[in-house]
């Protein structure tokens, strides 16, 4: 009898099960990560760098080594890793509570150095883990925990748009904005992770994939909704796109 | 091949690394310790090596600890703000169980302060700057000879026991060029096998994960017990300490780096006269040389500790002699001579001769 593993692969683990909320966007994006380092044939030589927040649980479904990170320094974690290992592949998966609020200058600095490594954020507009607080990621009137009236913009700024940061960045090879809230965009972030990693075995330089997923729980959506509010809300603001692809250009050449 | 150098001690520190085998050294620029990433910069590419430099400490420290993932062993050099800024990430490094070797050029705190050389930093680097129930390594050389003679020792420590290792090293002493004899270049931690706990992939070993958290209460309790074992060992086998004609001595003298390398002479001047003053140099801060108080002989009559801070180490020193003799401090930092000079150190000393 065929096995899921016979199926996927070793790299997704299926004796555990997720500590995901049912309808989490981490699901998808765990799952499409395994696939990518799992197609690629580079489980063996693979290390994640996790943040703190629920992503940081994504290396359990996953048998690769893993480091978890404090505090959003995954990035640089992953640079000095990348220094000792330069023939590993190493990638950071952060939410946008880890990468772009307490690391965002970790991330930028990263992706300006050019070195070969990636980094997924998964942007669900909110801290998850901690309880729905305001991300710098939510948008203009969003309510959570700490903007009751929803975001004000002028008292909280503006929702933070971080590949356009770095699109001006040399050392960008490949940088994208994804989601997953369905089936046809899911296939279209498959292909944006595997290009990601692509990069980096290619040692093309920085690769870098955000994800636009819906948090249900710290949204207090059903599912659903959740994923309503995603797809049209959260999209309207982070338009999904592939900013940069060094791949292209390297087989054009 | 041997070879005497005349270099800034900050200099010395860089090329007695590079020589027992540190390949990477992550940096920001900080006065005093900035010399070490020049020199490193321009030295470590001639070896294979190479100075790594980041956006600010946060980022060096996490970037040390990234690549001590890989079994390799790597390098910072700061002072007292930087290394405040370290401090998330010793504290990750030592729940990890991470080798490294750290410089600590410390100047004048707390806050900015003044960039002039101090041992302000005793307290930050002997209980742990971060959180949590940690010990760090901390040697405290007095020149740039003792500098190089214990970069191998270090390098054993830190990968025997896993851990972060400190040198402090007040900023006089840092900025001081003197000779220094270096000895054959030997890459000391290649004689350690990390194959057992290094992350670098399923292809050598079953998965590995570094959680320096916890996912239960039994777990965590584990890994503090674990901690607290190695701290345990460390302070029973590796203090370090000089002394001097304390056998008979009236009053000893106590104090660490450039304070404890001027002891020498003001021992010897007070011998000279036929006062019986020793001196007792710790060389290991953290673990604490306990041992070289616990045989005090009772000619003891005082104790002088004196400090380049407002009184850190003291603490410790009173801990050791529990109250065996009493402990008297005389210490100076800041202004443009940031330290006690012999003079006022043979003053103090002369009064507890009088029984003062
Ligand atoms: S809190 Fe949100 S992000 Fe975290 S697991 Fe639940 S749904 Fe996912």
């Known amino acids: ?253 | 091949m041997r070879e005497t150098l005349f270099l800034k001690n900050t200099e010395a520190f860089a090329e007695s690394m590079i020589r027992c085998g540190v390949r990477c050294h992550f940096a920001y620029p900080i006065t005093p310790a900035s010399d070490v990433m020049k020199y490193s910069s321009a030295r470590l590419p001639q070896c294979g090596g190479r100075m790594v430099q980041m956006e600010s400490e946060l980022a060096v420290a996490n970037a040390l600890a990234g690549y001590a993932c890989t079994g390799k062993l790597g390098a910072t050099s700061t002072s007292g703000p930087g290394m405040s800024l370290m401090q998330e990430t010793i504290s990750f490094m030592a729940a990890g169980e991470l080798p490294c070797i750290m410089l600590d050029a410390m100047r004048v705190g707390p806050g900015d302060g003044d960039i002039v050389g101090a041992q302000s930093n005793y307290h930050q680097a002997t209980r742990g700057g971060g959180h949590g129930d940690y010990r760090v390594i901390v040697l405290a050389p007095s020149s740039g000879q003792e500098i190089a003679d214990l970069m191998p020792h270090s390098v054993r420590l830190a990968y025997t026991y896993r851990t972060p290792v400190m040198f402090v090293v007040d900023g006089v002493t840092c900025q001081m060029t003197e000779s220094t004899t270096f000895a054959e270049p030997h890459d000391y931690s290649a004689d350690f096998d990390t194959a057992g706990w290094r992350f670098t992939g399923t292809k050598e070993h079953p998965k590995r994960f570094l959680l320096t958290g916890s996912y239960t209460h039994q777990q965590g309790y584990e890994m503090n017990e674990r901690l607290r074992a190695k701290y345990a060992a460390i302070k029973e086998n590796e203090q370090k300490w000089e002394e001097a004609l304390v056998d008979d001595a009236t009053v000893v003298v106590v104090g660490f780096g450039i304070h404890g390398r001027m002891c020498k002479d003001l021992v010897a001047s007070f011998r000279e006269k036929g006062k019986k003053v020793g001196y007792i140099r710790p060389i290991t801060l953290w673990p604490f040389p306990d041992k070289a108080f616990a045989k005090l002989p009772p000619s003891v009559k005082s104790i002088l500790v004196v400090e380049m801070n407002h009184g850190q180490m003291i603490d410790d020193v009173r801990l050791a002699v529990n109250g065996k003799a009493p402990v008297h401090f005389l210490g100076k930092t800041g202004g443009d001579i940031p330290m006690c000079t012999l003079a006022d150190m043979s003053g103090m000393v002369g009064k507890l001769l009088d029984g003062e």
């Open chain 1, 1 to 253: 009898m065929q096995t899921l593993a016979d199926y996927y692969g070793k790299t997704l683990k299926f004796d555990k099960l997720f500590s995901y909320c049912p309808g989490c966007g981490h699901g998808i994006v765990t799952r499409l990560v395994a696939e990518a380092i799992e197609g690629l044939g580079i489980r063996e030589k693979t290390v994640s760098v996790v943040g703190i927040g629920c992503g940081g649980f994504s290396h359990h479904y996953m048998d690769i080594d893993a480091i978890e990170a404090m505090h959003g320094r995954s990035p640089a974690v992953a640079v000095g890793y990348k220094l000792g290992m330069p023939d590993n592949i190493v990638y950071t998966y952060q939410g946008d509570g880890d990468m772009s609020a307490i690391g965002l200058a970790e991330l930028l600095h990263a992706a300006n150095r050019g070195m070969p490594i990636t980094c997924i954020m998964v942007n669900n507009s909110l801290f998850g883990m901690t309880g729905g607080q305001m991300s710098p990621t939510s948008l203009a009137g969003q309510v959570t925990a700490t903007t009751g009236k929803g975001r004000d913009v002028h008292l909280h700024g503006f929702p933070l748009l971080v590949p356009e940061l770095m699109r001006a960045m040399n050392g960008v090879a490949y940088l994208a904005r994804e989601t997953v809230v369905t089936p046809k965009t899911i296939t279209k972030a498959a292909k944006s992770i595997r290009n990601a990693f692509a990069c980096q075995i290619d040692k093309l330089g920085f690769s870098y994939v955000e994800v636009i997923v819906p948090c249900p729980t710290g949204l207090k959506k059903k599912v659903e909704d959740a994923y309503a509010w995603s797809a049209n809300e959260a999209l309207d603001y982070f338009k999904p796109q592939v900013f940069i692809n060094k791949l292209e250009q390297s087989n054009e050449a």
